[in-house]
């Protein structure tokens, strides 16, 4: 059996392969074309395992490896950095290191995402992408109104695209006006692309069985992060309330919904990984309160 470390560059790679004992067989820089890596691999024999780091460009040197019976460990970034800290760092001395920790079977492995479900998954964090600039916008907003000690006009909430029309009657300069107008448009756009983007995700999303099955999880909707869920079944599930009242008496708020959100969490694992639906307990706890049946969550998760 060979051992590769794969330190992956934008253009080019630079790969170590050692044997069993720890010894350089090979030991080259190479471009990132599908012919310049196969080059590499195809004389050293059928017995093979390499390691790449989870950097972003992954995806098709794993089609690759994969495709040639080449089978590929994905290092986990931050845990990698943790165990194989060094004070002379170059691209050589980085693939020897990811090829003698693959040998010695040390690699923090990361969870390699299947083909069919990347498309999914990088498109949701291009969403979450947008919402964060959305956010930015509207904090923004908030910013440059702070600057003359105005308020948004009738008290309403900034996130209610609604209120944007009334942001005109303010008294702002020109040019005030011009970059509060600049930001009012970026919103507006960025929040017809969230929703664009949102409706491509629900014919693939909404039916899957693992989704179905998320959706009984108290607090968990159509989008939703975990302390917004949390949030969410503390205001519609008196035991999940119960719980977050004995929490918050003895930590901060904020604290106490982070834990709550932290439950929300594990049940959601325990779904996923057993593949179970939700028994509707939380903390062992039966819930009086069932969620309703209505869109997104179908009649069964079989459905």
């Known amino acids: 059996m060979y051992y590769s470390g794969i330190d992956l560059h934008k253009n080019m790679s630079v790969i170590t392969t050692i044997t069993p004992d720890g010894a350089i067989v090979k030991q080259s820089t190479v471009p ?20 790449v780091e989870s950097t972003s ?39 020897q290191t990811l090829a003698q920790l693959l040998r010695l079977n040390l690699i923090p492995v990361a969870h390699q995402i299947s083909q069919c479900l990347r498309d999914s998954r990088d498109l949701m964090r291009a969403r979450l992408g947008l919402v964060h600039k959305k956010t930015s916008c509207l904090n923004r907003i908030h910013r440059l109104l702070e ?9 309403r909430n900034l996130h209610d695209l609604s209120t944007l029309d009334l942001l005109s009657e303010l008294p702002l300069s020109s040019l005030y ?13 960025l929040h017809t692309q969230i929703n664009m983007l949102e409706k491509s995700l629900h014919p693939s ?16 909707g159509k989008v939703m992060a975990f302390n917004e869920a949390a949030f969410r079944a503390v205001q519609y599930f008196p035991e999940i309330k119960k719980y977050y009242q004995s929490l918050s008496r003895r930590k901060h708020k904020s604290i106490a919904r982070t ?3 932290k439950e929300l969490a594990k049940i959601c694992y325990h779904i996923l990984k057993n593949k179970n639906d939700f028994n509707n307990k939380f903390k062992s706890i039966e819930l009086s309160r069932i969620k309703s049946k209505q869109w997104p969550r179908l009649a069964s998760p079989d459905a």
């Open 259 to 261: 834990l709550v959100a």
């Open 205 to 220: 999303l909404i039916p899957d069985n693992d989704v179905q099955r998320l959706l009984h999880v108290p607090g968990i």
């Open 147 to 155: 600057k003359f000690n105005l308020s948004i006009p009738e008290n």
């Open 57 to 95: 460009n992954w995806y098709w040197i794993r089609d690759l490896l994969e495709t040639n019976h080449i089978e590929l460990i994905l290092a986990h970034a931050k845990y990698l950095k943790a165990i194989s800290y060094a004070k002379v760092k170059t691209d050589k001395v980085d693939s």
């Open 177 to 189: 006006n011009f970059h509060l107008n600049a930001l009012i448009e970026q919103i507006r756009l």
């Open 32 to 51: 990132n074309t599908d012919f310049a890596i196969l080059n590499y691999f195809n004389p050293l024999g059928v017995q093979q395992k390499a390691v």
